[in-house]
């Protein structure tokens, strides 16, 4: 194999300090004090003959685990040795004090400062890239996203406005994106119809401010900024392509990037695969012939996929963050990896250099 520096553009270390106490329903403070239930539900499940959900249960198991890990510090540690050393991890915090699940014990002044502590300790250093959040409905949510991007220079923002708000959302466009763009920033956003949702929040809305045509507006106000849609769509939208099925809204986000990208109007928009690769035998083979194509549209797309693993969220599914890697790897070949490992994540981060004639129609 040649030698790849990998960067793993999508990983959360926050805790269950993090999130709110009734988050995702109440019963789960209950779950949390008490983690040998889920087991032994696990267990009844399994002596009736219902493995495939007693498995579900187990992973969820190894989920609650995870974010009960004392700090970001232990959930970084678990994730590094996965991949090979010298690796970058992008660290998405998340805010969801607002999201009406009840109170978060830990908040965001202190997830951030957690974070820069990460950064600074980390080995070997700059492997640590933490990204700033922000929900722009809390003033005080926006001052510390500020705090985060101009004190503790951070070196990215990550917005989640599948909580409750549209990504063109006032505040966003008039404080937070101009000064991200003045720093030379990139973004990352939630773009699937799964993930974390405001109580209050119907799927109807959800998905109206997650959809990727819904950040249109943002685009054409902030062209070279340079923009991620997480998740290329998600699960449920590589499903319905793959089985050609219709999705909410008859509109498949997966294509609807694919377009948005290989037509060439916005050269700063990407996307990663963070999660959905999780379902590896049904949609790594998708992936490969999206990226394999000698046209004009395919390398452009090409050239916009980042790797990411979306760990621990992942810790609900079978495959390890190594297993993965280790498939796309072998499934991609070694140019396809590393263009999405390591070329389009040097591009992306950092501004790096990279062929322009894709996006002056010279390709």
Same mark, same amino acid.
């Given at each position: 194999?040649?030698?790849?520096?990998?960067?793993?553009?999508?990983?959360?270390?926050?805790?269950?300090?993090?999130?709110?106490?009734?988050?995702?329903?109440?019963?789960?403070?209950?779950?949390?004090?008490?983690?040998?239930?889920?087991?032994?539900?696990?267990?009844?499940?399994?002596?009736?003959?219902?493995?495939?959900?007693?498995?579900?249960?187990?992973?969820?198991?190894?989920?609650?685990?995870?974010?009960?890990?004392?700090?970001?510090?232990?959930?970084?540690?678990?994730?590094?040795?996965?991949?090979?050393?010298?690796?970058?991890?992008?660290?998405?915090?998340?805010?969801?004090?607002?999201?009406?699940?009840?109170?978060?014990?830990?908040?965001?002044?202190?997830?951030?400062?957690?974070?820069?502590?990460?950064?600074?300790?980390?080995?070997?250093?700059?492997?640590?890239?933490?990204?700033?959040?922000?929900?722009?409905?809390?003033?005080?949510?926006?001052?510390?996203?500020?705090?985060?991007?101009?004190?503790?220079?951070?070196?990215?923002?990550?917005?989640?406005?599948?909580?409750? *708000? #549209? $990504?063109?959302?006032?505040? =966003?466009?008039?404080?937070?994106?101009?000064?991200?763009?003045? /720093?030379?920033?990139? +973004?990352?956003?939630?773009?699937?119809?799964?993930?974390?949702?405001?109580?209050?929040?119907?799927?109807?809305?959800?998905?109206?401010?997650?959809?990727?045509?819904?950040?249109?507006?943002?685009?054409?106000?902030?062209?070279?900024?340079?923009?991620?849609?997480?998740?290329?769509?998600?699960?449920?939208?590589?499903?319905?392509?793959?089985?050609?099925?219709?999705?909410?809204?008859?509109?498949?986000?997966?294509?609807?990037?694919?377009?948005?990208?290989?037509?060439?109007?916005?050269?700063?928009?990407?996307?990663?695969?963070?999660?959905?690769?999780?379902?590896?035998?049904? *949609? #790594? $083979?998708?992936?490969?012939? =999206?990226?394999?194509?000698?046209?004009?549209?395919?390398?452009? /797309?090409?050239?916009? +996929?980042?790797?990411?693993?979306?760990?621990?969220?992942?810790?609900?599914?079978?495959?390890?963050?190594?297993?993965?890697?280790?498939?796309?790897?072998?499934?991609?070949?070694?140019?396809?990896?590393?263009?999405?490992?390591?070329?389009?994540?040097?591009?992306?981060?950092?501004?790096?250099?990279?062929?322009?004639?894709?996006?002056?129609?010279?390709?």
């Amino acid at each position: 194999m040649s030698d790849i520096r990998i960067t793993n553009c999508h990983i959360h270390t926050f805790t269950a300090q993090h999130v709110p106490r009734s988050f995702p329903f109440p019963a789960i403070r209950f779950l949390r004090s008490e983690p040998g239930l889920i087991l032994a539900l696990a267990k009844f499940l399994r002596t009736i003959g219902q493995e495939h959900i007693s498995e579900q249960v187990e992973r969820l198991h190894q989920f609650l685990l995870q974010g009960s890990r004392p700090s970001q510090a232990h959930i970084l540690e678990d994730v590094v040795r996965h991949y090979p050393r010298g690796t970058r991890f992008v660290v998405l915090p998340m805010d969801m004090s607002k999201i009406e699940r009840g109170p978060v014990p830990v908040g965001l002044k202190d997830q951030h400062d957690e974070l820069a502590q990460l950064r600074d300790a980390a080995d070997p250093a700059g492997s640590v890239v933490p990204f700033a959040t922000v929900d722009p409905r809390d003033p005080t949510s926006v001052a510390e996203c500020l705090r985060a991007l101009n004190e503790l220079e951070f070196k990215g923002l990550k917005i989640y406005p599948r909580l409750g *708000f #549209a $990504p063109d959302n006032p505040v =966003l466009m008039q404080q937070i994106y101009p000064r991200v763009f003045e /720093l030379g920033l990139p +973004v990352m956003t939630h773009c699937s119809r799964g993930g974390v949702q405001g109580r209050y929040v119907c799927d109807y809305k959800g998905d109206g401010y997650t959809r990727p045509h819904a950040y249109l507006p943002v685009l054409r106000k902030f062209p070279q900024m340079r923009l991620c849609f997480a998740h290329f769509g998600g699960q449920v939208d590589w499903a319905a392509y793959s089985n050609a099925k219709d999705t909410r809204g008859n509109e498949n986000w997966m294509e609807q990037i694919r377009e948005m990208i290989g037509g060439g109007e916005f050269p700063n928009l990407w996307t990663d695969i963070s999660y959905t690769m999780f379902h590896f035998e049904a *949609f #790594a $083979p998708i992936l490969r012939m =999206l990226l394999k194509g000698d046209d004009v549209a395919s390398r452009r /797309l090409r050239s916009r +996929v980042l790797f990411g693993s979306d760990f621990y969220m992942t810790r609900q599914e079978e495959l390890s963050e190594r297993a993965v890697s280790i498939r796309l790897r072998n499934t991609l070949g070694e140019d396809l990896f590393k263009q999405i490992a390591q070329t389009n994540p040097e591009v992306w981060l950092d501004g790096g250099s990279e062929d322009k004639s894709l996006w002056t129609g010279l390709g």
